[in-house]
């Protein structure tokens, strides 16, 4: 399985070297390098997606997930409050936020 988000990393980079604007492809390339275990890399792909866009609750729910992963679960916590402040229909972050308290 591992291999498996390897390749999709190497895929991620690929595809943002020829559209570097698209906030998405940072964010699927931060949930691959998660998967993996490379934390710091995903938060600064998640970073860069920020930067591209800045206040996108779908960042930072996928920056509260590898927050939760870290064993970060009072920054995740928050950063799922602001997701949901900011989209309040975003039902991943509703979720999430039962589970993380």
Do not use: C
Not at 40 to 60: G, I, N, Q
């Amino acid at each position: 399985m591992q291999g498996k988000y390897e390749q999709a990393v190497l895929a991620y980079d690929w595809a943002i070297y020829f559209h570097a604007e698209n906030a998405q492809m940072l964010e699927n390339k931060s949930a691959a390098l998660g998967s993996l275990g490379r934390f710091e890399e995903s938060l600064k792909a998640l970073d860069a997606a920020e930067k591209l866009e800045p206040r996108r609750a779908k960042t930072l729910v996928n920056r509260a997930i590898t927050h939760y992963k870290m064993g970060l679960k009072a920054i995740a916590h928050h950063e799922l409050l602001e997701a949901a402040r900011l989209d309040p229909l975003d039902q991943q972050a509703k979720d999430l936020l039962k589970v993380i308290r």
